[in-house]
């Protein structure tokens, strides 16, 4: 336990993890506006009524919806998203919905994925 707390509390402001999310939208939360996210990862269990435009990651929960256009580096997929999708890496999991086009450059669906649009994967970089 004093590990833990002393790996949490001697971490340098300055030292940043990629892969540490950043901001979290929790059920239940409304948002209505645009929104541009940083690096990390953001993770939404709420409902973004909006774009979402970033640098980082997105990762959406069971329970988050976006209405609007997603357009980020990474996106994780297990909620809904009722827009187009632009990212370098798209990963659909079991029960997410995408309802609108995809472009990508890596794109992983799981069984149990709905899409209603087009797809389509680029060779060459995304952004």
Known sequence: MIKFFNKIFNKKRD?????E????ISSGCFFEGNIFLG???TRIDGEIQGN?????????GE???IKGDVE???LLLYGQI?????AEEVELYS?????GNIKTKIIYIEKGTSINGLCETEISPVF
Not at 15 to 19: C, L, M, N, T
Request: avoid cysteine.
């Open 72 to 74: 980020v580096k990474k």
């Open 95 to 99: 029960g997410s919905v995408v309802k």
């Open 39 to 41: 690096e990390g990862i």
């Open 52 to 60: 979402v435009k970033g640098e980082g990651g997105l990762l959406v």
């Open 15 to 19: 030292q940043k993890d990629p892969e």
């Open 63 to 65: 329970n988050g919806i």
């Open 21 to 24: 999310i950043r901001t979290f």
């Open 82 to 86: 009722f827009g187009n999708i632009k």
